[in-house]
Structure formats: structure tokens, C-alpha cells
Nanobody, 111 residues
Framework: QVQLVESGGGLVQAGGSLRLSCAAS????????MGWYRQAPGKQREMVAT???????NYADSVKGRFTISRDNAKNTVYLQMNNLKPEDTAVYYC?????WGQGTQVTVSP
């Protein structure tokens, strides 16, 4: 079983930055893809970014050029650097790996 704990969310003004972290325990995840999803109020959960074990990345069109996903396999951690945040980025952000989800961290972007 994998446990995932997200951190780094908060309240930020539009144009600001946040860095989310997702620490995994229970299994070394270096051979697995990991990802970030988000869910805004009244909307379906959507993929934000994913990263393979080899470091290949994929982003939602809405965050390309603003968000960067990375991983530190030694620390069993995946990150999401979010720059130039917009109010529409407001959501609960979830980390996912090996079919397991974290509890989520709230990101709120004020105009």
C-alpha cells in the first residue's frame, strides 16, 4: 500500500507562485509514473501533469508553460511548481501514484 501526503497549498494572488510537494511512503515509487490532478468546486477531477519513471512529462493545455512537474526518487517525492497562477487554477490538488490518491491540498488564487 502506498501513502501519499500533499503539502504546499495555500492562498496566493493572481500572478503568484506555489510549489506543491507529494511525499510517498510504503513503497519506492521510482519505477512508477506519478501525477497531479485537481478538482474545482462543481467540476470533474482533471489531470494537471504527469511524469514517468524516466522523467517524461505531460501537461494539461491550460497549465503548459506555467506549471512544472518534477520528481526526486531518492526522496520518493514529486513536486508541482506553479507559476503565474490564475483564479481558474483554484482547486484541490491531488497526487496520484500506483492507483493511490493523496488527501489533497487546497490552492486558492485570488484576483
Amino acid at each position: 500500500q502506498v501513502q501519499l501526503v500533499e503539502s504546499g497549498g495555500g492562498l496566493v494572488q493572481a500572478g503568484g507562485s506555489l510549489r506543491l510537494s507529494c511525499a510517498a511512503s510504503g513503497r519506492m515509487l521510482s519505477i512508477y509514473a506519478m501525477g497531479w490532478y485537481r478538482q474545482a468546486p462543481g467540476k470533474q477531477r482533471e489531470m494537471v501533469a504527469t511524469i514517468t519513471s524516466g522523467g517524461s512529462t505531460n501537461y494539461a493545455d491550460s497549465v503548459k508553460g506555467r506549471f512544472t512537474i518534477s520528481r526526486d526518487n531518492a526522496k520518493n517525492t514529486v513536486y508541482l511548481q506553479m507559476n503565474n497562477l490564475k483564479p481558474e487554477d483554484t482547486a484541490v490538488y491531488y497526487c496520484v501514484a500506483v492507483g493511490n490518491w493523496g488527501q489533497g491540498t487546497q490552492v486558492t488564487v485570488s484576483p
